[in-house]
């Protein structure tokens, strides 16, 4: 049950206060919300609590958004950065994956419902993409394509400094696109997706099939194999793990090559646990992606980098969403 809605939280105001936004990441294990100054990119205060527990998970969020707002304040602008395909026009999580009961969730509507202030409800990996660009790696640079490389392949696209988000807002689903024909099945029932071969359970996976049929590793007596032990065994010289961050990475480089074709970017950006994986996955990436391109004008004055937001992505993005939805043009 929400706790404080909706009238002991409306908002209103007859005097001039200070502004703030109010910021969410959902994920399926925590939800994190921060409290943001108008004019500041550091929160005054971050909250974080369990996605599941005491009440639906959509009633925790706004629970923590209400004990989120300081007393006596001004709310500029309540942004959310949900998992899985959102309606960003209308605000409805269309399907979030790992949350019960979100699916066609009109978050827009319920948070309004308690909060009289402007909303607007983003993709997670769309919102990094937007925070990258924003705060992190892509400032400077009009055209960009972020990956999250992680448990999933999530992306975002800018384009001449506006985020992609296509007739529905399901644009830039970079980690479904496919790179092997009738290949490994993916998390969304179809087969040979990049997300299928390169993510972080995508690899683990691959280990284990080849430790099944008597590689020697050092990862022999691991369990469970994880994308970040693979990480560590490469850096000690280990020649499954570092196949396996080769294969992953020589994927993710034709993948990206695609890409340059379609969006013709200045800066690529990997962020997500796989990209911690140093050389070992970064160099066959390069080294793939300029072998695919049709042409070396791609490559010209391209840059391909780590994100630099790190865990901070989703409240960035979500910070990055209500500033422009505070500006007179907002992209939503």
Same mark, same amino acid.
């Given at each position: 049950?929400? /706790? ?10 007859? &005097? ?20 943001? *100054? ?37 709310? !500029? ?19 979030? *994956?790992?949350? *019960?009961?979100? %699916? ?43 990956? %999250? ?25 970079? @980690? ?7 290949? *490994? ?9 990049? /997300? ?5 359970? !995508?690899? !683990?996976?691959?280990?284990?099939? /080849? ?16 994308? $970040? ?10 020649? &499954?793990?570092?196949?396996?961050? !080769?294969?992953? @990475? %020589? ?15 200045? &800066? ?10 140093? /050389? ?9 992606? $300029? ?10 004055? &391209?840059?391909? %980098? ?5 865990? $901070? ?20």
């Amino acid at each position: 049950m929400i /706790e404080r809605c909706p009238n002991q939280i409306k908002l209103c105001y007859t &005097l001039i206060m200070a502004r703030y936004f109010i910021v969410a990441d959902v994920g399926g294990t925590h939800i994190r919300t921060a409290c943001f *100054p108008a004019d500041s990119q550091k929160p005054d205060s971050i909250k974080r609590i369990h996605t599941n527990g005491v009440g639906a998970p959509h009633e925790r969020l706004i629970n923590l958004i209400g004990a989120t707002i300081p007393k006596g304040v001004e709310v !500029a602008a309540i942004t959310v950065a949900a998992p899985g395909p959102t309606d960003p026009y209308d605000g409805i999580v269309l399907e979030a *994956p790992n949350i *019960p009961g979100w %699916t066609n969730l009109p978050l827009k509507k319920l948070i309004q419902e308690c909060f009289d202030v402007p909303v607007a409800i983003g993709n997670d990996a769309n919102l990094a993409a937007l925070g990258e660009w924003r705060f992190g790696a892509g400032i400077g640079h009009r055209n960009l394509v972020y990956f %999250t490389v992680s448990t999933g392949i999530g992306g975002g696209v800018i384009i001449d400094n506006q985020l992609l988000l296509g007739a529905r807002g399901l644009a830039a689903e970079l @980690g479904h696109v496919t790179v092997i024909l009738d290949g *490994p099945l993916c998390s969304c029932g179809q087969r040979g997706h990049l /997300e299928a071969v390169t993510s972080g359970p !995508a690899i !683990a996976r691959w280990v284990e099939q /080849e430790l099944s049929q008597g590689i020697p590793s050092l990862l022999a007596d691991k369990r469970p194999i994880t994308a $970040e032990a693979i990480s560590k065994a490469a850096s000690q010289g280990d020649e &499954l793990a570092t196949a396996a961050l !080769a294969r992953a @990475g %020589t994927y993710m480089g034709i993948a990206a090559a695609d890409y340059l074709h379609i969006f013709n970017p200045s &800066l690529v950006i990997i962020g997500g646990g796989v990209s911690r994986s140093g /050389e070992a996955f970064f160099a066959p990436l390069r080294k793939a992606m $300029e072998k695919h391109v049709m042409s070396k004008k791609y490559l010209e004055n &391209l840059t391909l %980098t780590k994100a630099d937001l790190g865990d $901070e992505v989703g409240l960035m993005g979500a910070l990055a969403l209500a500033q422009q939805l505070d500006e007179p043009s907002p992209c939503l």
